[in-house]
């Protein structure tokens, strides 16, 4: 079983910035595909980022790629998502996620464990 628990989320100015924080428990870390997901209100939970368990591979929605960097430290059980020039239409409540399931079906495959995730609102 692994815990994740969320942090960084916040208020933030369009066009600002701002870094997301996962860790998950346990000493696993490193077997697991990490995943960034978010809902924005009224709307379906979306895929955002992840990355692979050595941190070599990285995978971005439309959406955000260019704008957002997801990378982990597996010395120190963490991964974060790095945004900038964010906008209003990036206001969401954002998921850590954990996969056991290979890389090639992060984008297909449900992760096994979330966090309660954390809310970024981008308005001015």
């Known amino acids: 079983q692994v815990q994740l628990v969320e942090s960084g989320g916040g208020l933030v100015q369009p066009g600002g910035s701002l870094r997301l924080s996962c860790a998950p428990s346990g000493r696993t870390f490193s077997s697991y595909v990490m995943v960034w997901f978010r809902q924005a209100p009224g709307k379906e939970r979306e895929f955002v980022a992840a990355i692979s368990r050595s941190g070599s591979s990285t995978t971005y929605a439309d959406s955000v790629k260019g704008r957002v960097t997801i990378s982990r430290d597996n010395a120190k059980n963490l991964v974060h998502l790095q945004m900038s020039s964010l906008k209003p239409e990036d206001t969401a409540v954002y998921y850590c996620?954990?996969?056991?399931?290979?890389?090639?079906?992060?984008?297909?495959?449900?992760?096994?464990?979330w966090g309660q995730g954390t809310q970024v609102t981008v308005s001015s």
């Open positions: 996620a954990a996969s056991t399931r290979p890389w090639l079906e992060v984008l297909t495959s449900r992760p096994d464990y």
